[in-house]
């Protein structure tokens, strides 16, 4: 976990430089913006690096590795940014392999541009940084929300794609598109005033928040970046199985390798709401079950979950 306790550092000594007051209370947020003055305050970890896309900066992170034909691309979810996946990115780096992880646009040090946000955009963006690290192949791994994408990245470009590790995702959920998918000023005023509820909500991930004390902390760093709340309803009202389905009908009559892993205990995702869709989707997958886990297998039982990583990808 002390990469993400560097994150967390980071974005605090980021806010102190100026962006925002000292004070308690809601005017921290959506009070934050990710401008040059902002990225050039930031103290990034290890190998983060900003780099300007087609629709903004992306932050993203990568081993230093001489070597990286085919790295693990981890795409993180829905609202927390790529630190989400600091524990894998670290036993990865650990195994010699060469990793990279981003935030996605609207989330974490990424720009918050004013577009819709979809599974589309966020895989162009992802496609795009590879194309900029000179990367031709790559296995992704998508946690969550980030299921959806690597789901669009091989719809996008399937030769791109060496392997798909889903983890927990929201891909196979049956969902539609919103009949309207703009975003009103009205609709971002309510998702903030929720925003004092919404950390503590986020330890629902867990089966045991115990463990994971300073999580909602964490998460409460985030709600300071204007365009965050229109982010997120953005991306939920473009969210639609449809063109996923799809997708995952080509990927069952392709080689490329798919591992689907989820926590035994995983209240967010349910397994059994879609089990028999994945079964007629995708038989020929690999499958795993972390015992003692919820939504976020790879930080509650990381023994078992970087054991199956093991066998995966025989490291």
């Not at 993400?4 to 934050?32: C, I, N, R």
């Not at 983890?167 to 975003?183: C, L, M």
Request: charged residues 25%; proline residues 5%.
């Amino acid at each position: 976990m002390n990469a993400v306790l560097t994150w967390s550092k980071a974005l605090v000594a980021s806010l102190l430089v100026g962006f925002v007051a000292p004070v308690m209370g809601d005017q921290h947020y959506e009070s934050v913006v990710k401008g040059a003055d902002f990225r050039a305050s930031v103290i990034l970890p290890s190998g983060g690096v900003f780099t300007r896309l087609s629709e903004g900066f992306t932050y993203y992170r990568k081993t230093d590795r001489v070597n990286c034909d085919t790295p693990d691309v981890l795409v993180h979810g829905f609202s927390v940014p790529s630190y989400i996946w600091d524990p894998t990115y670290d036993f990865l780096a650990s195994k010699g392999r060469c990793v990279i992880m981003l935030d996605l646009y609207g989330r974490g040090f990424s720009d918050n541009p004013d577009v819709p946000y979809t599974d589309h955009l966020f895989a162009t963006q992802v496609l795009e940084l590879l194309d900029k690290l000179g990367v031709e192949r790559a296995a992704f791994f998508g946690l969550s929300n980030g299921g959806r994408v690597v789901s669009q990245i091989a719809g996008i470009a399937p030769e791109r794609v060496a392997r798909l590790v889903y983890v927990a995702s929201s891909g196979f959920r049956e969902v539609k598109r919103a009949d309207d998918t703009s975003v009103s000023q009205q609709e971002v005023d309510a998702l903030v005033a929720k925003y004092p509820e919404l950390p503590a909500g986020q330890l629902s991930d867990f089966k045991d928040p115990t463990n994971f004390q300073d999580w909602d902390d964490r998460y409460a760093e985030l709600l300071v970046h204007k365009g965050f709340a229109r982010a997120l309803i953005s991306t939920r009202k473009n969210h639609d199985s449809q063109e996923l389905d799809r997708i995952h009908s080509m990927l069952q009559a392709s080689e490329i390798p798919v591992t689907t892993i989820w926590g035994d205990s995983d209240t967010v995702v349910v397994y059994a709401a879609f089990a028999e869709k994945i079964q007629r989707l995708l038989p020929k997958r690999q499958e795993y079950f972390v015992r003692d886990s919820g939504h976020l297998p790879h930080m509650e039982n990381p023994q078992q979950f970087e054991a199956i990583l093991t066998e995966v990808l025989a490291l």
